[in-house]
T-cell receptor
Framework: NAGVTQTPKFRVLKTGQSMTLLCAQD?????MYWYRQDPGMGLRLIHY???????AKGEVPDGYNVSRLKKQNFLLGLESAAPSQTSVYFC?????????????????FGAGTRLSVL | DQQVKQNSPSLSVQEGRISILNCDYT??????FLWYKKYPAEGPTFLIS?????DKNEDGRFTVFLNKSAKHLSLHIVPSQPGDSAVYFC?????????????FGKGTLLTVNP
């Protein structure tokens, strides 16, 4: 059972380059999320999606774009990378319903993508 | 403004003893709380949760306590084991339109010494 898979695991970019991080989940979850984790900052929400074809801004959306063309995939794009975007990026997904209706609060995370922007 | 606070960046305990990790929140709309555990080079994994209608939830060695009046929750690990060494994140959500979104604390690094 793969769960949430992120590719690539590591990437080094030069300032100004672009790239796309891919997240795939096989749990048929409606909701998907992109977070970044920086030292001493915890997990901060970048963008999220409540279903195929929908996206919304989170806490720190600037410099990122996202797309959810298929239910199982959530892409995070950096159009022009900056050193401030050096971070570890996590994708997560969650269901819409479950036992007692609270399962939707439990998010399942991928292993992360470590990105360095030089 | 940080809505979920974990004021202790790190905690060190001896194997077999109790580990107590604390979390405070400021948003009174939060009504569901979760703890996640994260090992290096891995993603966070769900550990235990509690609804605001309860004040305690237990799962094996892990117990979460909630004090709504103080806006405080804690995670107790008894007995602590070296494999529990990890970063622990507290997270919270609110009922309503965006109740699928979680707000995370900054995490506490727990080290359990053999």
């Amino acid at each position: 059972n793969a769960g949430v898979t992120q590719t690539p695991k590591f990437r080094v970019l030069k300032t100004g380059q672009s790239m796309t991080l891919l997240c795939a989940q096989d749990m048929n979850h409606e909701y998907m999320y992109w977070y970044r984790q920086d030292p001493g900052m915890g997990l901060r929400l970048i963008h999220y999606s409540v279903g195929e074809g929908t996206t919304a801004k989170g806490e720190v959306p600037d410099g990122y774009n996202v797309s959810r063309l298929k239910k199982q995939n959530f892409l995070l794009g950096l159009e022009s990378a900056a050193p401030s975007q050096t971070s570890v990026y996590f994708c997560a997904s969650s269901p819409t319903s479950g036992r007692a209706g609270r399962a939707k609060n439990i998010q399942y995370f991928g292993a992360g993508t470590r990105l360095s922007v030089l | 403004d940080q809505q979920v606070k974990q004021n202790s960046p790190s905690l060190s305990v001896q194997e077999g003893r109790i580990s107590i990790l604390n979390c405070d929140y400021t948003n009174s709309m939060f009504d569901y709380f979760l703890w996640y555990k994260k090992y290096p080079a891995e993603g966070p994994t769900f550990l235990i949760s509690i609804s605001s209608i309860k004040d305690k939830n237990e799962d094996g060695r892990f117990t979460v306590f909630l004090n709504k009046s103080a806006k405080h929750l804690s995670l107790h690990i008894v007995p602590s084991q070296p494999g529990d060494s990890a970063v622990y994140f507290c997270a919270a959500s609110a009922s309503g339109g965006s109740n699928y979104k979680l707000t995370f604390g900054k995490g506490t690094l727990l080290t359990v010494n053999p």
